[in-house]
Structure formats: C-alpha cells, structure tokens
C-alpha cells in the first residue's frame, strides 16, 4: 500500500512539474532564434514523459499482483516506527540548526540526543564522548584540513566559535 | 628520448632523498585526505598545494601527483568501514564493499579495494608513458556525440542492474537523469525544477545526494533495529584476513578491461575517476556469469571500482602534459600550480622537456606500490572505529555525513539536501526502487545532456549526422540492444510460460 | 636605572600611540575571501597568489574559500549569510552582475555588494581550431565573418554559458551573423574540442591556451581589446575593426555593504602594495594580464563596474532574460 501511494504521488508530482516547472525562467531570445539548438526543456521533458509511462505501468503492476493478497495493507507504513522517525526528525532538524547554531553546538546536540535514541544508557559519559568527539571532529577537519565549518548565525554562538578559533590560532602560532 | 631513457630519467628525479620523503609524506596525506568524506581528490590536490610553493615545477608535480593517486586509494576505505565515499569516485565501492564489511570482512574487501588500485593505477601509468601521443590523439578524436554515447551506454545498462526488476531499476535511473536537470541548464543557464527555491539553484551535487542514500538511510535502519540492549555492542568485528592469489586469479580479466576502461574515460575532459568507476561497475555487472550478486558483497563489484577511479588518474595526466589540458579538476589545480612556476604547458612541453612525462610517470609507479603499505595501515587504524559502540558510532557516522556534504561546497543547502535524501532512501528501500540506480542517474545525466545538446546543436539538428562516427555509431547501437535485450528477453520467457 | 625605565615605558608608550594613529585597522584574525569558482580555475589561480602576497602584508593568515555553483549564485549567496565585520570577502566577475541582473540572486548584488578593488582585468580572444580553418579556408577574422554571412548556421562557436560574459562579448563581436553557439562547461572541455576541430572557434582569455597558441593547434583571429596584444601584435583587435566590443572578465573583490570602512581600506592599500610585488608583476606576465591595467581603486573600479553593469543590461535586456532592471526610467 505505502508503495502504491509512494508511486501514484510520485505520478500526480511528476505530472504537475511536467507542466509548470520545467522552465522557470525564459529562454534567451538568440538561442530561442536559432533554428539548431536544443531548448533547455527538451531532455527533461522527454525524462518526465518515459517517468510517467514507466511509473504507470509500475502502479499497474502493484495493484494487479496484491489484488487478492489478504497482506495488501498499510504494513509498510505502521512499521515505521516511533523510533525511526525520531531519528528522522533528529537528522531534518540537525541539517536546519547547523546554520543559526553552528557547528560546535549541532555537533554536540547531535552526537548526545542519537546516541540516546541508539539506546546508550550511560547519559554522563555520553555528554562526555560527546563534547570529546566534537572536539576531535574539529581538530580534523577545521584545523588540520581547514575546512570552515559553521560558524553559526546567533551572535553568542558566533562568538564563541570565534573564541574556540583564536585559541586554535594561538596554540597554532606557539607550535610553529 | 626512447622509453627506456624517459623510464631510467624518471627514476632518477625520485632518487633525490628530499623529494623521496615528499612522494612519502604525500601518499600518507593524501590517503588520509581521501579517506575523509568531505575532502574530494582535487581539495586533496589543492591542500597540497602550499607544500608545492618552495619546490621546483618537476619535485612540485611528483608532489601533487602522489597525493592525488592516493586520496582516490584512500576514499575505498571509509567506502568500505562506513558507508561513506571519502571521495565521489569511490562511491560504487560502497556497492559491494559495505556488504562484506557488514559480513566481518572488510579486510578482504580492504585489500581487493588497494591491490586493484595498485593494478590500475600502474597499468595507466604505462600506459601514459607509453602511449601519451596515441592516447593524446584518440582523446581529440572524441566529438560531443562520442562522449554522449559513451555515457548513453552507461545508462542503457540500468537495465541489467537488477534483472528481477528491471522497470523499478529504470525508473530509479530516470529519477536519477531527472534530479541531474535540477538547477541552471548546462546550456544557457535556464533555471529549471527548482520550485522556486534559491538552494535548488545550484543544482543537486551527487555527494550529498550519495552521503544521504547510503550513509544516512543506513543509520536510520539501523535505528529501527537497536534496542537497548545492543547499545553497548560494537557493529561487526573486524577480520583482517587477506584475499587469496586464487580470488585474484579470478578476477584478472575484469582488472585488465577496467584499467583499460578507466585509463580512456580518465583522458576525456570533463569525465573523469568518478564516471570511470561508475561506468565499469555497471559494465563489470553486465560481463558478468552472476551479476544478480552484485550489490551483495562481492570482490569484482569493488575491484571494477576501484582499478578504474585509479586507472582514470593516469588518463587525466595525459592530456595535462601532452596538451596543457587538464583531464579533470584535480589535473586542474596540478596545472594550476605549474604556471605559477612559469611552466609553459602545451603540445611542446614533452618535446622540450620531455622529464616532466617520466618523473610524474616514476611517482605514479611509486605510489602506487607504496600507497598499499600506507593504506593498510590507515585502513587498520580506521578500522578500530568500527569496534566502537554502535550508540557513539552512529551519530559520528551522522555528524561525518553532515560535514561531508558541508565541506565540499560551505553550503548549508546541501546539508539539507543531504538529510532530505537520507530519508528518501529510505522510501526507496521501501518502493524497491534501486538507489544505485538513482545515483548512477545523477552522476551520469549532466555530462550526458551537455553533450547530446553540443552535438545536436554542431550536427545541425540532423540526428543521423550525429550518430554517423564510427565510435558514436557502434556504441549507440550496442546501447540499444542492452537496453532493449533484457525486455525482450522477459518477454519471450513469459510467452514460453 | 630607573631613568633608563621610564625612558623606555615612554618611548614604548609613543611607538604604541604611533603605531595605532597611523594603523586605523588591524586584521585581527585570519580573513577569507570567497572564490566563486572551483579550484584551478582562471578566478581561482588568480586569487590565490594574491592571497598568499597579502598574508605577507597584512600578517594574518589571508584564506581562499572557494563555494561553487550555480555560476556563481551560490557563493554570493554565502558571503551575503555572513557578517560584513571586514572578515569576509569575496571576489567577484561580470558574470556575477549577469546572474543579478537575471535575477538569480536572492538579494540585489549591486545594491548589497560595493567593489573594493580590482586585480586583473583580462582580454578575451576570439581564437579558431587550425583542423577546422584548413577544412573551411579562412584565415582573417574579416575572412571569417565572410565565411559566415555566405553560410549561415555553419562556424560553431565554443563558449561557457552563452548568457555569461562570453556570450555577451560574442555577441557584440559577430553582431547579425548567424552562428551555432555550442556552451562548454568547463574550458578544458572546450579547448580539447576545438584543438580536435569539433568546434570552429572560440571566445576565451588566453592564458590557458597559451602553449596550445605557440604550438599552432589554436590560431587567435581577434583580440576583443582597444589596441593590438603585446604578445601577439599580428593579430587584429576588435576596435581597430570598427567593432564595439571590448568585454573582458574583470576580477576584483567585493565586499558586502556595511563592511567597516576602515577595513575596505586597509584592505585596499594591502592590495595595492601587493599589486607592486615583483612576483605578482611576473605573475601577470605568466597569465597574460599584463596587457591592460589590472589593479584599479574602489572609485576606478566601482565606476568601471557601473559601465559594465549598463552594457550588461542592455545585452539582456535584448536576449529577453532581464528580471531587475536596475536602469528603468
């Protein structure tokens, strides 16, 4: 059933940017002119068009072989559960904070709240690790590959990393 | 010079000790660099850079070449352990290699995965050495509609992926064509699909498409699975058994087609290690006696890969030295780095100077046997990662996923790309759809629209104009019966029946 | 001794007071300047030398961030998220005041952002494939254009994006000629096709094709320049054609409004020393920027960049594709 669904959305989606997002801005006037060019909505067109051939024939399929199958449910979608969707929840949100809170916060929070989700009991020596390897993380990439992770948008967390930052910087200069 | 002259003068450059040290200090780097997701072989490249400002142009060269063979070794191994490519053209390694590492052997796969760089990357070597003006030639000959059909007949061998489901496997692949058009138009910068958002702009990059489909919808399964009781419990131990002479007798055929495969595809500009190594995983799954265990942890699926993301690293010297033309955008930062030094590259640098050919010739073969060693050793230590307990290694997996996607390009909307695929995979899973599929899809479509647009635009509108080239022609026709075949096939089984 | 003390807390007191009158800004920590093309490329290697001359000069380490994508958008994008605190810089093209004007960008480029100085300003060449001449038998630029008014819709002509600069500087340069305009992602795709003779000719700087020009495989036709090239005086420049087109990539930094004031300037004088620095000097010469004038002041360069930005609008506003029209009366 979840397929079914998945595959007739995916359709009806297909169908609807088949119509109105394909192009989104206009066409320059020379190569609109020039008679042997191919127009940018050419190939996605003709994608879209065998999609919709191919997924149609996929939903008939579906429906022809759980016709007079008793299983023929909403299985797939209550065996979601809550469990995984806290974790999608988790990463989505993750992926949405790094930018405003940076990454020394994102990193913390998520290391600490999915390892419990994972089912980690210890919570202090998880907080713990989890300060840890947010700090091994950023040796390794904003030090030593200088790689410049988020510094976050709110002002108290900018500054802190630029804190972290000046630290890095000084220790840098007393090695070398 | 003769071969023997250009082979003996290469050597010769990597006696000086200081600039042996280099090569090693190189391939350590380098295979660190690739291993971490985040840093592609060119950022590898472009890190090594500011070593290269107080060297020669010639110790430079030897320099960069080393870190770049060794950071595309380097991305097999969190490849294999995690799930994760440390650099795109690693990523059909994940294919086979996570599989046998779930199964308690990624030593194995480790060690399928470096020896057959190792292969690659020397049989390319020689042949840059050997060959670089044929090569060099057979590079120029290829017309836009070439390098069209040659990535046509990539995508037509979707179909033989999975040969149970082959429409769901289309379907994937079409996806994959169809989230490639996302963004400016390779054309005239025509913004398409984007629904309006100023993220989509910039189109969907294939890492953190990848990053999510594998790596996350890995960890979110996995989160289905644990209870607590497994919290403490490490994922897999870790077996360090070596593959045997006889699975590498096996596989001999496939090592020399890939590295021939991948040392061509790595001299077209604009393809590059990553298409090779695409291309001859699917190719490997069509040659194949049992390509419906491809996907399920099986040796040939990471030695395609891997011989021909490192054979491809010869191909892109060639052009580089013997035009001034970079195959690719490692070769790029390499060229880069020369005209800094006042290097004149073109056509004439190998007739004035031809030591520039032998000494990045002598430093390929160098590594190539080195790195192995180096790769081993960075591979056990990456390894003790995996005894670590699943509630700490998850979320670092997920935190590494993050700053993969972030990396390569400081783009928050490739996070958000990123854990948006994460979950999508999961509705592959769920669809049956085939995320291999998908990516081979996206990897493929650009380069693939680009230039069937170029050469329908040079041949005038006239498709049979278009085809009508030896290389274009042979392979549009071998795609289509690939394409077709397997449907036929089904069909006549079914009339049988 | 205790003379000697006080003696040296004064005149350290004086040095102090000395050194911050005549120093307003002092970079404190290490400043990026944004690259919105990937590395090895023409934008990238231009930066990065001078990157590397400012740390000298500024003592701080001066980092080259490059954000791809989106030609361009996407780094834009990303310096405008960040703080205009003096920290942050990017360096921009013409190609960017495109994207603004097509409306890629989600806020007004040249309303947010204000040019600080401009490094290199190159010359675009219209150069042909040796393979394809021979094959068509032209050999001028005057002889080309011949060719393509008896055959409309035959030289195809290699660019990157035909509605970037190098669309905009073809266009003027082969006003009303019918060509087939075929766009390259990258230029070494680009150069391999036309030494291959797939394409007829091109529009490009010539820095990268440099040897390919000495060996022969590219023949330049036009200079799109004021006056003939040092480096190659045989070949025609577009002015003393009587064509108008003189489009080159120029490259500068910008910096987002509302940046201190002190730290553009300090900034400028930085770049204006490291302009004088004998390795950059050899690096113009190495990159074929030597031919016009490259570093310019942020009065030079904000009124070269004005021009620019009306040309530029104009061209568009031709082709159709014009979503901010920055000139409307």
Redesign the interface.
Known sequence: MFELICNVLLWLGLLYSYFFNVLEAPIPDRTARNPYTLKPDVWPKAIIILLLICIAINIFNIIRKNKNNPEFSLDALLSIRARMCMGIALILAASFVLEPFGYMVTCVLVLFLYGLLLGQTHVIRLAFMSIILTLVLYVVFSVLLSVNLPRGTIPELRNFSLYIESIVASVKSAIM | MTTWELFTNGFSVLMDPYTFMMVVFAIIVGTI?GA?P??SA??A???G?PFT?SMQPIPAIVFLVAVYCSSITGGSITAILFKIPGVPSSAPTTFDGYPMAQRGEAGKALGIALGSSAIGGLVSALAMLTLSPQLTQA??????SDIFAITFMGLSILTCLDSKNI??T??SG??G??LA?V??????????????S?EL???L?MIPVLIGIFA?TE??????K??????EEGTASVNTKMPSFKEWWGIKWLLARCSVIGTIIGIL??AGATIASFLCYSSETKLSKYPEKFGTGIIDGIAASETANNAATGGAMV?LLS?????G????????AL??K?V??????LVNQPQYLSATFASMVVTNILMVVVAIGIAKIFAQILAV????L???I???A??GS??T?????D??I???A??IG??IS???FNSAALILGLVLG?IC??N???A???S??NLVNMFARPVAGTLMAVSFVLLIWPIVSQLFKKSEK | MKKFLLMLLVLSLVVCAAGSASAEWKFERKISIVCPWGVGGGADSTLRPMAELLKKILGQEVEVVNVTGGNGVTAVEYVYKQPADGYTFMLGTQSLFMQDIQGTTSMNFKDEFIPVARLVHAINVITASKKAMEKKGYKTFSEMREYVTKNPFEVSVGMLTSTGLDGAALKQALEGLDILDVSYPSGSEMNSALVGGHIDIMVTGTDEIEGLIAAGDIVPLLALCEKRMKRYPDVECSVELGINSVLGPARGIFAKKGTPKEAIDALVKAIEEASKDPTWQAFLVQGCYDERPGFAGPEEYAAACEADYKLLSDYLKAEGVMKKDYYAK
């Open positions: 660099f971490l985040g840093v060119t950022m490249v472009a890190l850079l400002y590079a120029l000959s290829f017309s836009p429409l769901r289309l379907i079409l996806l064509l169809l058009c963004g400016q138009d390779p054309m005239y910068a025509v913004q398409r699909l984007t629904f309006g100023g702009i910039a189109g990059e996350v960890v979110l399964k996995q989160t289905k644990r209870d607590k009781l497994s919290a500009p604009g052009p035009l001034g033309i970079p195959g955008n490692a070769a790029a930062v390499m060229m880069s005209v800094l006042g004149q590259l073109g056509p004439l640098l307990p699943y509630s700490y998850g979320p670092i997920i935190m590494l993050i700053i972030y990396a390009n400081m783009s928050i909307a996070v958000k990123m854990a948006i994460g979950v999961l509705i769920a669809c049956h650009v629209e680009g069937f647009s170029r329908y635009t040079i005038r509108a």
